[in-house]
Each structure stands twice: as C-alpha cells, then as structure tokens.
C-alpha cells in the first residue's frame, strides 16, 4: 500500500467496542488509541466504562486516564496528542487502532481542524444573553442565513457550537464551513478505514440497561461522590451519570429513579451517536446479531480489512 494504514473502531456506547477492539488488535499487530471524551479523565473510571486492566494488559491503550477532572480539555489538543501517538506508533511498525464513540474526536482526527479564530469574549457574552433572551432557536435562524451548510451539521439545540460559529463569522467575515474544508486530517496522508458496529435497537438497549446496572454494583455512586469533591472542569461535568446521581445524593429521589434517568440519557445519547456516524459516508457498517461474540464481530472486520489488503 502507498500511504500507512490506519484503522478507526466507533460505534455507540454500550456496542462492545471495548472487547472487539482487543481482539482487533492482537490480530492485526496493532496499538489501541482512545478517541472517547471522557475516558480520557482520571477517576472517572466506572461512568466512562474504561477498559479493565486485564484487558489493557493483553493490548496497549493509549489517551485513557491521563487528563485530571478538574483539568479544561479540547478537542485542539487531544487532536495533538493523539497524532503525536499515531505517528509513534507506525515507526514501531505498530498499526494505529482508534476505538470510541465521541463523534467530534473521530472527525477532528479524519478531517483536520481549521485555524483556531480567537475568541472574542464580549461578542460571545453579547450572543449568550441574546441566547437567553430569545432561547437558541433564534441563533439557530441567523446561523441558517450566514451558513446553511454548518446549520445542516450542527443541532438545533447545541447552543454552544451555534454561538461558535457565528463568533467566526462575524469575526472573519466567512462561515465557519467554507473555513473547515480548507483542513487536512488522516484521510488526506494515510489508507483509513472506519468501522462501525451496528446493533439492532432493542439489543443496544438492553445493553446500555445492563451496562448502566453494573455500574451502579461497582460504586458509581461512591465515584461521583468522590468527583463532586473536586472542582470538576466543564467539559468532565457533562458526563452522563454525574448529575442523575447527584441529584439522588441530595435526596432529590431515590436510588432507582437515578438509575432510570442514566439509563434515558444513555440511550439519547447512543441515538445522537448514531446520527453523527451516518454521516460519514466513507464508513463501513458492520451489522452484528444481538448474541454475536466479540470474536465473531472481529474477524468479520479483519476480513473486511485483509480483502481490501489483496484487492
């Protein structure tokens, strides 16, 4: 092959990309970089649903546990690092395997990042109280005119990457997607593929069910009570566990009740995955049953990749 191969696992949360990705990479002599938002924090082991150390024993994974809580974090400088450990890995002749599910990691590795427009504080505060004021739907409308293309991408209700696009708009005169398709990512250096596990419904959601109940058995409880000690970053504080169950430590309902609520969000929240992923055409569906093995679904992938090896 003329340009280094590198492979991309994704798929929403509870599909078993954790297992697969292992069986994935001892098979194809690779090394496991993380492409998920929260499992890139310390102490956030149970909600994040990192990897066990059996596991990480048998495989090498990379970018896991190594940001603090209370640490900002962006996609900017996980983009860095996670090239920085690519490029690593392929002088050691090890091939790059990036597994999760956090869609705008996955894109920012794929298609690059456009040069960085300084924010402009008094211009976002000025389009935070419009916000308010007039609730996102307005912002949304004014987006829909300086840059169709961007609205079509962002959602409706994602206020914060609304008021973001029209910052760069207004501060250089150019919708934020015509500056976007000037970046360069993986795509354009190297043989990419994307794989991404495809469940029926009912059996992402009893996953996502059971997932949710064995966290809860581990002490997801007494790991939130430990996080709401510490002065958590914006970003870590959208992790969907922390507010249902700090809402039931402040006796706002029981026990039960918190876990029906990160089971609702948990099962938003691989829909909205799952949204994003469709996107990408390039991507390469991979239909599981709903008792297929980690096994099985890893070597339907490894057969994907070695026909495209000989073609």
């Known amino acids: 092959m003329d340009k280094p191969e590198i492979i991309f696992l994704v798929g929403p949360t509870a599909s078993g990309k954790t297992q697969i990705a292992v069986y994935l990479a001892k098979r194809l002599c690779a090394e496991i970089i993380s492409c998920d938002s929260m499992q890139i924090y310390k102490g956030m082991d149970i909600l994040s649903a990192k990897p066990g150390a059996g596991l990480k024993k048998k495989i090498p994974h990379h970018l896991i546990g190594v940001v603090p809580v209370e640490k900002e974090y962006n996609v900017s400088r996980f983009r860095d690092q996670a090239l920085k450990k690519a490029k690593a890995l392929l002088k050691k002749n090890k091939l790059p395997l990036?597994?999760?599910?956090?869609?705008?990691?996955?894109?920012?590795?794929?298609?690059?990042?456009?040069?960085?427009?300084?924010?402009?504080?008094?211009?976002?505060?000025?389009?935070?109280?419009?916000?308010?004021?007039?609730?996102?739907?307005?912002?949304?409308?004014?987006?829909?005119?300086?840059?169709?293309?961007?609205?079509?991408?962002?959602?409706?209700?994602?206020?914060?990457?609304?008021?973001?696009?029209?910052?760069?708009?207004?501060?250089?005169?150019?919708?934020?997607?015509?500056?976007?398709?000037?970046?360069?990512?993986?795509?354009?250096?190297?043989?990419?593929?994307?794989?991404?596990?495809?469940?029926?419904?009912?059996?992402?959601?009893?996953?996502?069910?059971?997932?949710?109940?064995?966290?809860?058995?581990?002490?997801?409880?007494?790991?939130?009570?430990?996080?709401?000690?510490?002065?958590?970053?914006?970003?870590?504080?959208?992790?969907?566990?922390?507010?249902?169950?700090?809402?039931?430590?402040?006796?706002?309902?029981?026990?039960?009740?918190?876990?029906?609520?990160?089971?609702?969000?948990?099962?938003?929240f691989a829909k909205r995955q799952l949204t994003w992923f469709r996107k990408d055409k390039a991507i390469e569906w991979v239909r599981l049953r709903g008792d297929e093995s980690p096994k099985n679904a890893a070597e339907k992938i490894i057969a994907a990749v070695n026909s495209k090896r000989k073609a």
């Not at 609205?151 to 501060?171: K, M």
């Open 98 to 268: 990036f597994v999760g599910g956090t869609g705008l990691y996955v894109s920012i590795l794929l298609d690059g990042i456009f040069k960085s427009v300084p924010v402009n504080k008094r211009l976002r505060g000025r389009l935070l109280r419009e916000a308010q004021r007039s609730g996102g739907k307005a912002l949304y409308l004014k987006l829909k005119q300086c840059d169709p293309q961007a609205a079509a991408r962002i959602h409706a209700h994602d206020t914060r990457r609304i008021i973001r696009a029209l910052e760069v708009f207004r501060a250089t005169g150019k919708p934020i997607s015509q500056l976007q398709r000037s970046r360069r990512g993986l795509r354009d250096d190297y043989s990419v593929r994307i794989f991404c596990l495809d469940l029926p419904r009912e059996e992402l959601y009893r996953r996502i069910d059971c997932r949710v109940e064995r966290m809860f058995r581990q002490g997801a409880v007494r790991e939130v009570r430990g996080l709401l000690k510490k002065k958590i970053g914006r970003t870590a504080s959208y992790a969907i566990g922390i507010r249902q169950i700090k809402g039931y430590l402040e006796n706002s309902y029981g026990l039960e009740e918190a876990k029906e609520l990160v089971k609702k969000n948990t099962r938003n």
